[in-house]
Nanobody, 125 residues
C-alpha cells in the first residue's frame, strides 16, 4: 500500500497553468503505474493521464492531449501533472492514484489500488 498526497490545486483564469504534485510514501513507488483522474460535480470520475513505472510511456485523455503533461521523479517519490491552456471545463477535483495492475490500458479507476484525497482545480472564464 502507498499513501498519496496531492498538492498544487487552486483557482486560475482560463488560459492559465497549474502544476499538480502527488507525493507518495513507501519504497516501492518506482514499481507503480501512476495515474491522474478528475471528478467534476455530478459527473463520474474520469481518466486524465497515466505514466509507466519508468516514465517512458504515457497516455492522455483526448480532452487534455497537447495541454497536459504527466511526469514522475522516482528519486523524489513524486508524480506531476503540468496543466497548460486551462479551460473552464477542466474544473474538477483531481486525484492521483497508484496501480500494481499487470496488463495494459490503465485508464480505468478499478485498476488502481491506492488514491489520494484530491485537490481542487477551478478555472474561471
Amino acid at each position: 500500500q502507498v499513501q498519496l498526497v496531492e498538492s498544487g490545486g487552486g483557482l486560475v483564469q482560463a488560459g492559465g497553468s497549474l502544476r499538480l504534485s502527488c507525493a507518495a510514501s513507501g519504497r516501492t513507488f518506482s514499481t507503480y503505474v501512476m495515474g491522474w483522474f478528475r471528478q467534476a460535480p455530478g459527473k463520474e470520475r474520469e481518466f486524465v493521464a497515466h505514466i509507466s513505472w519508468s516514465g517512458g510511456s504515457t497516455k492522455y485523455a483526448d480532452s487534455v492531449k497537447g495541454r497536459f503533461t504527466i511526469s514522475r521523479d522516482n528519486a523524489k517519490n513524486t508524480v506531476y501533472l503540468q496543466m497548460n491552456s486551462l479551460k473552464p471545463e477542466d474544473t474538477a477535483v483531481y486525484y492521483c492514484a497508484a496501480s500494481t495492475w499487470v496488463g495494459s490500458d490503465y485508464a480505468f479507476p478499478y485498476k488502481y489500488n491506492d488514491w489520494g484525497q484530491g485537490t481542487q482545480v477551478s478555472v474561471s472564464s
